[in-house]
């Protein structure tokens, strides 16, 4: 009897040590699961918890939250039922920028959602949330997300594509000279540093089934700056419109006459891109072959 009910008590102490490691396990996977932005975190507590209202209550109503999908005006439901519809089982986010202005955050991540779906594929999604502090509550004022990108997403921006020391012209007459004696034209490719699309397009430039059209072109990473008002000459030269947003390309021939510029901000979403919709682009302005 006292043997059967010591039995009994080592077990419950084992039970309770058991409970307790498991919510120290949860504790620390929360930890390091963490996106260093507790309202992101929430977030994404939502959607796997599969709460719609908890959810919908992260996104801005005063103003309303603007959502593009794929380069397609949204909106905060259609951005809710698709997290949702994806029945997550988990989601890791892998944070590309987060950036703080003063009651605001600018965060540009990648998430990889281990689906609940029928065949339970896994689903990745490169989205970029403005978050503002609306009284004591974070919303999210605007989004663009990207489902299923072809393009490779950049981990980080920290590569110098556009330094800030350049000297645009020089770089355009050097290139200019080496596309005369090589038979190549110029692609201007206009943007800046902080422009999460410019990263995508520059990793698109090196994909390897690229590298015979880029052999047809001497390019030119022309820098916007943080106000898009550097090297303003350099854009109306090139009949740039940045209205239209960026990257922006121009195609120009080895003398400076211009080829091509875009007019619709065809390249403005990048990451929504296939490659063909690029390669369609570059091999239709290379040079002839002679």
């Not at 009897?1 to 419950?12: A, D, E, N, S, T």
């Not at 974070?138 to 981990?155: C, F, M, N, Y």
């Not at 020391?165 to 770089?171: P, R, V």
């Not at 550097?230 to 947003?245: E, I, R, S």
Request: charged content about 25%; hydrophobic content about 45%; aromatic content about 8%.
């Amino acid at each position: 009897m006292v043997k059967g009910y010591f039995r009994y008590i080592v077990f419950l102490l084992a039970t309770a040590a058991m409970v307790l490691c498991g919510r120290c396990a949860l504790a620390q996977a929360a930890v390091s699961d963490s996106t260093g932005f507790p309202p992101l975190d929430q977030w994404k507590a939502a959607i796997l918890e599969g709460d719609a209202a908890g959810l919908k209550a992260f996104y801005s109503t005063d103003p309303e939250a603007e959502v593009q999908a794929n380069g397609v005006t949204a909106g905060a439901d259609a951005d809710v039922n698709f997290w949702l519809g994806l029945k997550a089982r988990s989601i890791k986010v892998e944070i590309v920028r987060l950036k703080e202005h003063p009651d605001a955050e600018g965060i540009i991540f990648k998430a990889e959602v281990q689906t609940g779906l029928p065949n339970g594929q896994v689903m990745s999604v490169t989205d970029a949330q403005g978050w503002k502090k609306q009284g004591e509550q974070w919303r999210i004022v605007g989004a663009e997300r990207t489902d299923a990108p072809h393009l490779k997403q950049p981990s980080d921006m920290n590569k110098n594509i556009y330094p800030p020391d350049a000297d645009a012209h020089a770089e355009i007459k050097e290139a200019e000279e080496k596309a005369a004696t090589e038979h190549k034209r110029v692609l201007l490719v206009f943007g800046a540093n902080w422009c999460f699309d410019c990263h995508v397009l520059d990793l698109a430039f090196h994909r390897p089934d690229f590298a015979s059209v880029m052999t047809g072109y001497e390019v030119v990473h022309v820098d916007l700056g943080d106000d898009e008002k550097k090297n303003a000459d350099l854009v109306k030269q090139f009949d740039v419109p940045l209205n239209k947003g960026i990257p922006a390309l121009a195609v120009a021939e080895s003398d400076g006459k211009l080829v091509v510029s875009q007019k619709n901000g065809e390249f403005e979403d990048a990451r929504s891109l296939t490659p063909e919709a690029l390669l369609a682009f570059l091999n239709k302005w290379k040079p002839e072959a002679r």
